[in-house]
């Protein structure tokens, strides 16, 4: 069984940074899909990046690219969210997400097996 325990979240001001990781245990971490959605307040979760197997190849939702960097380090079994230029429209719970996609969209979440509690993120203006 995974567990993903996300960590880094908190409170800044508009153009700041955060990193957030996820660590993994339980599973073959370097053979999984990894993923980090959030949810704002009165909001459906959203897809907002994605990092595939081995390989590396990312994914972002529209609104972060240019913003945000996906990375994984399989030795440590986890995986970061480097979130620069923070604007008030991203604060949400992030969650951290694994799963096995085998070609499956790595943007839809109902392709992930394992789920973190979630970290909060908040930016003010």
């Known amino acids: 069984q995974v567990q993903l325990v996300e960590s880094g979240g908190g409170l800044v001001q508009a153009g700041d940074s955060l990193r957030l990781s996820c660590d993994a245990s339980g599973g073959t971490f370097s053979t999984g899909t990894m993923g980090w959605f959030r949810q704002a307040p009165g909001k459906e979760r959203e897809f907002v990046a994605a990092i595939t197997e081995s390989a590396g190849v990312t994914n972002y939702i529209d609104s972060v690219k240019g913003r945000f960097t996906i990375s994984r380090d399989n030795a440590k079994n986890t995986v970061y969210l480097q979130m620069n230029s923070l604007k008030p429209e991203d604060t949400a719970v992030y969650y951290c997400?694994?799963?096995?996609?085998?070609?499956?969209?790595?943007?839809?979440?109902?392709?992930?097996?394992?789920w973190g509690q979630g970290t909060q993120v908040t930016v003010s203006s």
């Open positions: 997400a694994a799963g096995y996609l085998y070609g499956s969209r790595t943007d839809d979440s109902s392709n992930y097996d394992y």
